[in-house]
């Protein structure tokens, strides 16, 4: 398990292996981007290389080099802003809620076992913990409104780049008859094409907005099973179409985990009447589905309420630990008391998430990122605060 030091509810991690790093891999096909694993920091593609060395997608030397530091329990700064720097504050990183960091491979030359497409940022939703990296609703907040002032990030989620600005002119098809993006489509394909791999994860944006879905499920091989992510915030009839047309058996992801005026506070761009017509669509298909379900300060307090919602519905449970200043610790005192009297109600998971952060103490930093990214959050959507508790509203404000 973790080896860590503690000192005053600090753990330093002496153990920097991650096996994901090993057997994941995510392609970006419109930024042109590879993470090695769904939270790891993105990595530009070169694409010169590649088409020298078809096939070699995620054998690249940057990673062949990280993994050798991984094995000799080096950091990797790719995987600081979520899982480093969240196990420094004493939190439960992706890392270790996954029990990544157990060792299961030694060689630098690996196959992976899950490929996780990003099929373009294409989405009417600004989550609460999204970004314009995948939400060109979020990108297009921050153009009509400007930068989020008071917000300090460990990279440049509320600001928009050159490449954030091209991105939005060109269409879905633009990118899909580039050249660029043949030539990765070409390596997903071998990548499909080796026996080591047992599942695609196809995530936006919206994949249920992508006009490409179909055939891109289509040339998936049957052996291997198809998760498709989605916030069900499409139109209930495009919704019902679409997943009509899907040439095989998926099992769809949900993001929730919330119900009612706290969901359409947290998922933002939804509502809670389409997004449970959407589930009654899978239902009528027969289409499997599972939720995943981020576990934020902002969601801990309705968290009860969606389980109980969910019933027998499988549901993943994630920590948000970036940005950081939505991390489950960063609570008033009084909102923390609450939420260790809800402890029972939560899943063991969920328990170690809280009995492990809770006890640390945010930041004025953070409490200040916290305060100026929800005040704006809420006024740039005309939302109220109503659905949280007083306490946290309070000081959060104040």
């Known amino acids: 398990m973790q080896t860590t030091k503690k000192t005053n509810n600090i753990q330093s991690p002496t153990n920097f292996y991650c096996s994901q790093k090993f057997w994941w891999l995510t392609v970006d096909i419109s930024k042109i981007q590879t993470l090695s694993c769904c939270a790891a920091t993105p990595a530009k593609i070169n694409l010169s290389w590649l088409r020298e060395n078809p096939g070699k997608l995620f054998n690249t030397p940057e990673l062949q080099h990280e993994r050798k530091l991984m094995l000799s329990d080096v950091k990797v700064d790719s995987c600081s802003a979520t899982c480093w720097n969240a196990e420094q504050q004493g939190l439960t990183s992706r890392r270790l809620s996954s029990e990544s960091q157990l060792r299961t491979h030694t060689d630098i030359d690996a196959s992976p076992r899950i490929l996780h497409i990003i099929i373009g940022n294409d989405c009417n939703m600004t989550c ?78 919206e994949p249920f907005l992508y006009l490409g879905l179909r055939n891109l499920v289509r040339a998936i091989p049957s052996h291997i099973k198809v998760n498709i992510w989605s916030g069900l915030g499409v139109d209930t009839a495009r919704f019902t179409r679409e997943l009509s047309l899907l040439p095989r058996q998926v099992n769809v992801c949900i993001s929730a985990e919330s119900t009612d005026k706290l969901y359409e506070f947290i998922r933002y761009g939804n509502t809670w009447d389409r997004l449970q017509r959407n589930i009654a669509v899978l239902t009528e298909q027969q289409v499997t589905y599972s939720f995943y379900a981020t576990i934020s300060n902002l969601t801990l307090s309705g968290l009860p309420n969606f389980i109980n919602w969910a019933g027998d519905t499988p549901v993943i449970y994630s920590p948000c630990t970036d940005p950081e200043f939505l991390s489950i610790h960063v609570l008033d005192d009084e909102s923390k008391e609450r939420i260790f009297n809800l402890l029972d109600k ?53």
């Open 346 to 398: 939560f899943p063991p998971s969920v328990q170690s998430m809280i009995t492990t952060a809770m006890p640390n103490i945010p930041s004025v930093k953070q409490r200040l990122n916290f305060k100026n990214y929800l005040t704006t959050f809420a006024q740039r959507r005309s939302l109220e605060l109503t659905m949280f508790p007083q306490s946290l509203i309070n000081w959060a404000t104040k």
């Open 128 to 205: 609460v913990y999204c970004c314009k990296q995948y939400s060109s609703a979020w990108t297009q907040d921050i153009l009509t409104h400007g930068s989020y002032v008071g917000v300090d990030t460990q990279d440049d989620r509320f600001t928009l780049n050159n490449t954030d600005r091209v991105l939005l002119k060109l269409s879905q098809k633009d990118i899909s008859n580039s050249d660029n993006t043949q030539l990765l489509f070409a390596e997903i394909n071998r990548l499909a094409a080796s026996s080591n791999l047992e599942e695609i994860t196809i995530t936006g944006g």
